[in-house]
Every structure is written in structure tokens, then in C-alpha cells.
């Protein structure tokens, strides 16, 4: 693990800590697959900013079609761990045996990112069409700014047409499924300042952003 300054985090004249660059392994990376349309995928590391967003990015170079239905992750001290819920199209056993196997090769590099000087603690939620790849978009933004993730809920929901008949089994065809985030997040001096920006670019994303 090396420390390295990042002069572009400090404010211009105010004495700040330096931000750290961490590289140390993975703690805990694997995925399992459910059936042919679901998978899971946990991983734990010490932590630092684009854990979350590495994790995202591995699934959506596999397939851009496979979607993140929820996730959960949280830091603990010094420690970030992620939970992912996936669901794509039904594949053949060893297609989704081909995903474990590369999540398997992701585990064996370590992710860099930064350990920053915290200027501020905000809650950001943001509510958009559900859609693969929305979060990894949102997570990039993020990892652009320097901006670290100390706790993320994700859920998606359907909102049904008024006259949408209950009594049907199946999903009408205009049932819009709704994607909602919430994390809480860790900003340096210079993200803080650009923070209107950065809801900005969220916002381009087709999301509603809500500042808690």
C-alpha cells in the first residue's frame, strides 16, 4: 500500500490531509449463479473509492445486458463490502458458469482507489427508470470526482397504470419498473465545492436527485 498526494483534492490554501492511494487485495470476491437468469455477487475490501463501480463495470463488460435488480453495501470501520442481485435473460449453465469464472479473475487484481480527506458527508438518492447499466453510469460519476461510497440500497419497483387490470397474473405492458439508489457519500474539499455539477450530471442520467 503506497500514500500518495493528490494536490488536485486539496483546497488552494486550507492544510488538508493527503489522500492515500490503496491497491491492497480483495478480501472476499466471488459470485454464484441461482437457476439461468440469476446470479449474486459479494465481494469485501479495504476501503477506498471504485470499489462499487469495479464491480459493476466487470458485470456489464461481460454482458450489458444483465441488470443489478438490488444491492446492498455498507463500510465498517475500514472496510467496504458490496452485495449484488443479477438478473439477465435466460442463459445456457455454462454461459453463467463463463460469468463466475471471469468474476474469478476479477478477484485476483486488486481495485485502486483512494482513501481522500473527508470535507463533507452528504445523502444522495436518486429514483429513474430501471434500466442495465444505470448504476455503473451513476458509480462512474462518482469515481470521476474522487467521491467515496459509504453505504448503498438499490430496489426496483413497478408502478402500474391506473387501470391496470390486478387480477392478471402477468406484468401489464405498461408497468414502468422504477430503479431507486440511495448512498451516502464521502466528498474531498473539491468535489464539495463542485457538488452542483456533479447532481447535474446525475441528473443527465435520466434520474430524479434528491440531496438528504
Not at 55 to 67: G, I, T
Not at 131 to 137: C, F, H
Request: charged share 20%.
Amino acid at each position: 500500500m503506497q500514500d500518495t498526494s493528490l494536490d488536485e483534492l486539496r483546497p488552494g490554501s486550507m492544510p488538508m490531509p493527503s489522500a492515500r492511494q490503496v491497491n491492497s487485495p480483495w478480501l472476499l470476491c466471488q459470485a454464484a449463479r441461482d437457476g439461468l437468469r440469476t446470479a449474486v455477487f459479494t465481494a469485501t475490501a479495504r476501503d477506498r473509492t471504485g470499489l462499487l463501480f469495479a464491480m459493476l463495470d466487470v458485470v456489464h463488460k461481460f454482458d450489458a445486458a444483465m441488470n443489478i435488480d438490488a444491492g446492498h453495501a455498507f463500510a465498517q470501520e475500514d472496510y467496504f463490502t458490496a452485495f449484488l442481485l443479477i438478473r439477465t435473460r435466460e442463459m445456457a449453465p455454462r454461459q453463467l458458469d463463463a460469468f463466475i469464472a471471469q468474476i474469478r479473475q476479477f478477484a485476483a487484481v486488486p481495485v485502486t482507489g483512494w482513501q481522500i480527506p473527508v470535507a463533507r458527508a452528504v445523502t444522495l438518492s436518486l429514483r429513474g427508470a430501471d434500466q442495465p447499466g444505470l448504476l455503473r453510469e451513476v458509480c462512474r460519476v462518482f469515481v470521476e470526482n474522487a467521491v467515496n461510497i459509504r453505504r448503498f440500497d438499490s430496489e426496483t419497483s413497478v408502478t402500474f397504470a391506473k387501470d391496470a387490470d390486478f387480477a392478471q397474473m402477468t406484468t401489464p405492458p405498461d408497468a414502468q419498473p422504477i430503479c431507486e439508489l440511495d448512498f451516502d457519500l464521502e466528498l474531498t474539499a473539491q468535489a464539495d465545492a463542485q457538488f452542483a455539477a456533479l447532481q447535474a450530471r446525475l441528473a443527465q442520467l435520466g434520474c430524479e436527485v434528491t440531496l438528504r
